[in-house]
Structures are given as structure tokens and as C-alpha cells.
């Protein structure tokens, strides 16, 4: 009888669509025994350990781990205790177990490596793990690099949010896809994780990456790393733990303040300070912690930086507020009339509005500064062709960037909620929330 169950457990996670565990009362049922003996039988089974089992809120796959002999054999011994609850619907009748926590029975690792012949999975590694019974929640860890492959390729679409972002590939318009078959691949969700030097990894479960072809999971495998690696809390509890986390990314905060300034903006002076504010689904895909640490990846960010700051700012907010020009004598008698730049415009006009008690202007230039470094940093590279290299010194760069310019446009905002018309405006609490605003 033990030799029929080992068999029905066997056979069910093999044909299974995605390497699921047979219900523990199928078994039963199967066999025309008692529930309970049934129990006992597999018990001896977990012993010798040719089945493991999996009890939770779903059971049908390994989740994130296998566990010790000694708690599959007590939540067994419990489960001789559930009983059924029959109902009809009609036509239907229903049979649920009164639990919250089901079992479903797998063949163990061990004897999956013993039996299994895993020839039809190939090259297909992450697969394989899957078919050897290794938890569908497993994290894998690789070298940032590996996401910059989908990044750089306009046929993908690279999605990325705070901590954690997924890749797709394109279609047309008529549902065909950009890319040939071996190349049309879906991760449902990678995250941020870190290595024990700190460095920046990313992060995926095992199930997502058993949907990559072939070629995809051997080009993963060769970025894979090895070692204590670790993932983002956040990311963590989000995914495994199913607990929401509040923290917001220095990035988020940045797009935050924009959106704040403008409001404020358009309540006190009834006119936009940004033309766009980048909200959502504009929010560029460069603004992520998923980085790829080279010369032409950093002056791409310093570019997007400044698009978003300089060339955002809308010179129809200054009309007839400040003039919007420059008089140069070039001699002779000659005088040129130059439009002034966004910035200038903007630092200009504030210094005219703004009084610090002990009258310096210092204050106010201090905040512009980093905006300034922005338009200063992004044309070095305009004027000049440089190499391409791969510096993890970038990654410190683009951190101490996107903090100087977030700081600034913070303090504008809050030099906003000063004016006496600004009371109406609601700022989003989070906001002034530092501990909550965070540099991954």
C-alpha cells in the first residue's frame, strides 16, 4: 500500500502543470482506505523520506521552504482531526475541509534526484530546480547587469518601481510579437537585493525564471551570484510576508516634491511652475535603483535629470513677473537681447519674493546649487565624445545627485508653504516624513 502511495505522489507531481502536490484526502479517496489510515502510511513515508509535505493557505506549490520531519509528522497526526463540510449549490455539491491550512503531499528532493529524468528540460536550469523540487519562492540573486540587457532593448518593456519592477516583451499592433520566439520572455516581478558588500543585486524567485527560454535562463545563469546575499526588507515583506511597506524611495520622494511645488504653484499664482509633473505611467523607466553602473548609463540620468528640472520649468510662470530677457553690449553700440535661462528665471524671480530674516540672499543661491551642478554636469558630455567604461563609482554619483537635487527641490516647496496663500494646499504627510524617504 505505502508502495502505491509513493507512486500516486510521484506520478501526480509529474504530470502536474506546475509542479503542484496531490491533496492529502485524494489519497485516501484514491485508494478506498480510511482517512486516518492513510495518515499513518504516509507518516511512514515522511520518515523514510521519500514524501515531504506543505500545509498552508496554499499548499499546491513548495512555497518557500521544506520542513523538518518532526512538524510534518505532528501537522499530520492534527490533520486526522479535520473533518468535511459538505454543501449543495444547486445542481453541484461541494466538499470543503474545515482548515486553513490544507496539505498537499511531494515527493521528497532526494528521491526527485534518484527518479527523475530531467532530459526534456535541456539547458533549461531554473526549470530543473523546480522539477528537483526546490521552493517556487527560492530567491536567486544576479549581477545588476543582467536587467540592462532588457533595459537597452526597445522590443522589452522594462517596468520599474521603487524596489522591484518586471520585464515584458512588445507587441504590435496586431498582437505579434517584436521579438523571434527564443526571445519572448515575461518576469512577473525581480526586486532589489544586496550582496555583503552592499552592492546592488537583483533579485527573483525561482518560479518566474522557470518561464524564460532556454537561451534567457542560461544567459541568467551566467549572471547568477553566488554567496550571503540578501533582499531588500521591502521587497521582502512585500512579496513573501504579504505585509504592505510604507517606505517610499528617494526617487518617489523627488517626483513627490515636483508634484507638491507645482500644486502649490498653481493655488498661490493660478499658473503650472513644471509643464509635466511625470506622474505614473510617465514616470521615465531611468529613475530606478536597477543601474548598471557605466559612463553612457550616468550621463543618460544626468540628461533625464535635467529635462526634468531645466527644460521642465515653464517660462509662462515668469511673464510679467520678471523680465524674461538680458540686454549685452557687444560695443560699438551694438546690444544684444539674450532670453534668460529657466533656472536664472527661476532663482531670480524667488530672490524678488522670497526675504530671509537677516536679509542675505545666500540662502536661496545655496538651494539652486544643485540644480545648477545638474545643467553643469550634463553639458560636459555635449560638448565632448567620451568612451563608455563601467565604474561602480557611477552608482555613488547618482546617488549623491538625485539627493542634492531632491533636497533642493524640497526646500523650494517648503519656501512655497510660506506664502500666505499656500494654506489651502495639502501636502502628502509622507513627504516630511524622512525616516520613511530612502536611498536603496
Not at 196 to 221: C, M, P, S
Not at 363 to 375: D, S, T, W
Not at 421 to 433: F, M, Q, R, S, Y
Request: charged content about 30%; glycine content about 4%; proline content about 3%.
Amino acid at each position: 500500500m505505502k508502495k502505491k502511495i509513493e507512486e500516486i505522489v510521484y506520478d501526480f507531481f509529474l504530470s502536474s502543470t506546475d509542479f503542484n502536490g496531490i491533496p492529502l484526502r485524494r489519497i485516501s479517496e484514491e485508494l478506498k482506505i480510511e482517512y486516518t489510515k492513510s495518515i499513518d502510511l504516509i507518516k511512514e513515508l515522511v520518515l523514510n523520506e521519500i514524501i515531504t509535505i506543505q500545509s498552508s493557505t496554499n499548499p499546491h506549490i513548495i512555497r518557500t521552504q521544506h520542513y523538518p520531519i518532526k512538524n510534518q509528522l505532528s501537522i499530520l497526526e492534527d490533520a486526522k482531526n479535520t473533518k468535511i463540510t459538505y454543501s449543495k449549490i444547486g445542481e453541484f455539491n461541494f466538499a470543503v475541509e474545515d482548515t486553513e491550512f490544507p496539505i498537499c503531499l511531494y515527493p521528497t528532493k532526494n528521491y526527485l534526484k534518484e527518479n527523475r529524468d530531467l532530459t526534456q528540460y535541456g539547458y533549461a536550469d531554473y526549470t530543473k530546480q523546480l522539477a528537483l523540487g526546490e521552493p517556487q519562492l527560492k530567491p536567486l540573486f544576479f549581477d545588476i547587469e543582467v536587467i540592462d540587457r532588457y533595459f537597452s532593448d526597445p522590443r522589452y518593456d522594462t517596468i520599474f518601481n521603487d524596489y522591484s519592477g518586471r520585464i515584458y516583451c512588445k507587441y504590435d499592433e496586431e498582437g505579434k510579437a517584436l521579438l523571434r520566439e527564443e526571445d519572448q520572455i515575461f518576469i512577473k516581478t525581480f526586486g532589489l537585493g544586496f550582496d555583503d558588500n552592499g552592492n546592488r543585486l537583483a533579485v527573483v524567485y525561482l518560479r518566474y525564471l522557470k518561464n524564460l527560454t532556454t537561451e534567457h535562463q542560461i544567459f541568467w545563469k551566467g549572471k547568477e551570484i553566488k554567496g550571503n546575499c540578501k533582499i531588500l526588507e521591502e521587497y521582502y515583506k512585500n512579496t513573501i510576508i504579504g505585509d504592505w511597506a510604507f517606505s517610499h524611495s528617494i526617487f518617489s520622494a523627488f517626483l513627490g516634491e515636483i508634484e507638491s511645488l507645482n500644486n502649490l504653484a498653481s493655488h498661490i499664482f493660478g499658473i503650472q511652475l513644471f509643464s509635466n509633473t511625470f506622474k505614473d505611467e510617465k514616470r521615465p523607466k531611468e529613475f530606478t535603483f536597477f543601474f548598471t553602473p557605466t559612463l553612457k548609463n550616468y550621463e543618460s540620468f544626468v540628461s533625464l535629470l535635467d529635462k526634468m528640472i531645466s527644460e521642465n520649468i515653464n517660462k509662462g510662470f515668469f511673464k510679467d513677473r520678471i523680465d524674461l530677457f538680458e540686454i549685452r553690449n557687444k560695443g560699438n553700440n551694438v546690444s544684444e537681447k539674450i532670453p534668460k535661462g529657466t533656472l536664472r528665471l527661476f532663482e531670480e524671480w524667488l530672490l524678488s519674493q522670497f526675504t530671509i530674516d537677516n536679509g542675505s540672499q545666500s540662502g536661496i543661491q545655496e538651494v539652486f546649487k544643485p540644480l545648477k551642478n545638474v545643467r553643469k554636469e550634463r553639458q560636459n558630455p555635449a560638448h565632448k565624445i567620451n568612451e563608455n567604461e563601467y565604474d561602480k563609482k557611477y552608482i555613488e554619483k547618482q546617488k549623491n545627485m538625485i539627493t542634492d537635487v531632491y533636497l533642493s527641490i524640497k526646500s523650494l516647496r517648503k519656501i512655497f508653504q510660506q506664502h500666505r496663500d499656500a494654506k489651502g494646499v495639502e501636502i502628502p504627510g509622507w513627504l516630511d516624513k524622512d525616516n520613511n524617504i530612502k536611498m536603496f
